[in-house]
């Protein structure tokens, strides 16, 4: 992939770039939601209605997903959405990189679900009840339904990061593609060498080929950049749903807790 594009505009030493943007990223957003909330206001205007609208949607799709119990996650989940779109859309301007083009940033990003999620179970059932899913309905089975479970959790995290690094890398690696075609190294410059058939040949493939990224492929990375971060939302709130409805399974421990109060 570095064959293909430059490097970013702005780099700091001894930091991978993709850990560099990643901050730019938390500081993009500390600074929107700093200047959004300094002035509160009952009819909201401005950036403060965007971001409202913004929370809107991740409160409709947590109540659809979760239920009333999902709003105690919306932090969680919002923040996952917002960073993830927000680290998508990056790439697309000129000399920037997208954090989530890169293995790392995703794999975190999906070990965040991956651990919190279990962590509710736990929280939420207990130790016990929350492993017992694990087993399988009937007794006998858990032999075979034990590794089944347990490859199917693992397969999560590696499903969400490799999922959304795949897309935004490979977007990026064509849109990278494209350019090289166009360069001087490309159309362009065989337009420029002089010759008729350049100038025909390259200078209208040059143009066709920024009429196709202006008007086809970039607008299509802005769709799949959301995309992908809904679809990371949507199973982060799918996996917490399964989670806590396990929860309604082993109803006694929290009979137990209610009876004891009485």
């Not at 109540?63 to 996650?73: A, H, K, N, P, V």
């Not at 070990?111 to 736990?122: A, C, D, K, S």
């Not at 100038?199 to 009429?211: E, R």
Request: proline share 5%; with cysteine; aromatic share 10%.
């Amino acid at each position: 992939m570095g064959a293909l594009e430059h490097p970013p505009m702005f780099r700091l030493a001894g930091i991978p770039d993709h850990v560099t943007y990643a901050w730019l990223v938390m500081v993009i957003l500390v600074s929107v939601a700093f200047v959004a909330s300094r002035n509160l206001q009952l009819v909201p205007r401005g950036l403060q209605n965007f971001l409202e609208v913004v929370l809107e949607q991740f409160v409709s799709l947590v109540d659809d997903l979760i239920g009333s119990e999902g709003r105690r996650f919306l932090p969680l989940i919002a923040t996952l959405g917002i960073f993830i779109l927000t680290s998508n859309l990056l790439g697309l301007l000129p000399g920037q990189i997208s954090p989530t083009a890169n293995l790392n940033t995703t794999a975190a990003c999906a070990l965040v679900v991956f651990f919190t999620y279990h962590w509710i179970g736990i929280r939420t059932q207990g130790v016990v009840n929350y492993l017992k899913h694990f087993m399988g309905p009937v007794v006998w089975l858990a032999p075979l339904m034990l590794p089944i479970e347990l490859i199917s959790h693992c397969a999560r995290p590696l499903s969400l990061s490799l999922r959304l690094f795949g897309n935004m890398t490979g977007g990026h690696l064509l849109l990278a593609a494209m350019f090289l075609l166009m360069g001087l190294d490309g159309l362009f410059g065989w337009a420029l060498s002089g010759s008729a058939a350049g100038i025909v040949v390259g200078g209208l493939g040059g143009i066709l080929m920024i009429a196709f990224v202006v008007c086809f492929l970039i607008p299509l990375k802005i769709l799949v950049s959301f995309i992908q971060a809904g679809v990371f939302v949507m199973l982060t709130s799918l996996y917490i749903a399964g989670a806590l409805a396990e929860a309604e399974h082993h109803p006694e421990p929290h009979a137990e807790v209610h009876a004891r109060h009485h």
